[in-house]
Antibody, heavy 119, light 108 residues
Framework: EVQLVESGGGLVQPGGSLRLSCAASGFTFSSYWMHWVRQAPGKGLVWVSRINSDGSSTSYADSVKGRFTISRDNAKNTLYLQMNSLRAEDTAVYYC????????????WGQGTLVTVSS | QSVLTQPPSVSGAPGQRVTISCTGSSSNIGAGYDVHWYQQLPGTAPKLLIYGNSNRPSGVPDRFSGSKSGTSASLAITGLQAEDEADYYCQSYDSSLVFGGGTKLTVL
C-alpha cells in the first residue's frame, strides 16, 4: 500500500525557515517523480514544486522560486521541502504527492502538514 | 486566479445527476494535455477520481465519469449520494501542474 507521511509543519514567524519531510513507503520511491502541493485555509490546491526521480531536475512555482528548495534522499525514501523567508501568504496545508507514471498528474497524496506563518 | 475555471458550487438531490465544468485555454487543455479530477472529502487529503480525461482508478464507482472537448472538460456524477458531498478539482498541465479553483458539491 502506497503511504506518504508528511511532518515538520508548525508555527513560524515571518522571515523564518522550516523544513518539511515526507516519508514514502509501499512503492519504489527512487523510480517516481514527486511533488509538493499546498492549500491555504479555505482555498484551492496550488502546485508548489516537483523533483524528478534521481533529484537532478527540479521545478518551482513563481511564488516560491528562490525561497523554497525541494530535495530527496532515495536511500531514506524521503522527500523534503526547505522553506526560507516565509511569508504570511505561505500559510497552508502542504501535501506531498506522487507523480503518476502515466504522466502529468498525481496518483497518491499524503495527509498533509499545516504550516502557519504568523507573528 | 486559477488557470483552470470551475464553478464555485453545484448541488443536487440524492439520485440526481450533476456535472462540473472545467474550462482551460489553448496552452493547457486545448494543447492536448489530459484533464484529471480529484475528490476532497471534508477534512481529508485529495484523492484521484478520474485520470486521462475519462479513466477511473480501481475502486472509484462508475457513477463518476469524465469527458474532454476542445479547451474544456466535465465531470459527471450520476445517482448522487450523500457521501459524494465534497470539493472537486480539475487539473491539467501548462508548463507545470495547474488546478481549477475547486467546486463544492452539496447534496440536498
Amino acid at each position: 500500500e502506497v503511504q506518504l507521511v508528511e511532518s515538520g509543519g508548525g508555527l513560524v514567524q515571518p522571515g523564518g525557515s522550516l523544513r518539511l519531510s515526507c516519508a514514502a513507503s509501499g512503492f519504489t520511491f527512487s523510480s517516481y517523480w514527486m511533488h509538493w502541493v499546498r492549500q491555504a485555509p479555505g482555498k484551492g490546491l496550488v502546485w508548489v514544486s516537483r523533483i524528478n526521480s534521481d533529484g537532478s531536475s527540479t521545478s518551482y512555482a513563481d511564488s516560491v522560486k528562490g525561497r523554497f528548495t525541494i530535495s530527496r534522499d532515495n536511500a531514506k525514501n524521503t522527500l523534503y521541502l526547505q522553506m526560507n523567508s516565509l511569508r504570511a501568504e505561505d500559510t497552508a496545508v502542504y501535501y506531498c504527492a506522487r507523480d503518476s507514471p502515466t504522466g502529468y498528474h498525481i496518483d497518491y497524496w499524503g495527509q498533509g502538514t499545516l504550516v502557519t506563518v504568523s507573528s | 486566479q486559477s488557470v483552470l475555471t470551475q464553478p464555485p458550487s453545484v448541488s443536487g438531490a440524492p439520485g440526481q445527476r450533476v456535472t462540473i465544468s472545467c474550462t482551460g485555454s489553448s496552452s493547457n487543455i486545448g494543447a492536448g494535455y489530459d484533464v484529471h479530477w480529484y475528490q476532497q472529502l471534508p477534512g481529508t487529503a485529495p484523492k484521484l477520481l478520474i485520470y486521462g480525461n475519462s479513466n477511473r482508478p480501481s475502486g472509484v464507482p462508475d457513477r463518476f465519469s469524465g469527458s474532454k472537448s476542445g479547451t474544456s472538460a466535465s465531470l459527471a456524477i450520476t445517482g448522487l449520494q450523500a457521501e459524494d458531498e465534497a470539493d472537486y478539482y480539475c487539473q491539467s498541465y501548462d508548463s507545470s501542474l495547474v488546478f481549477g479553483g475547486g467546486t463544492k458539491l452539496t447534496v440536498l
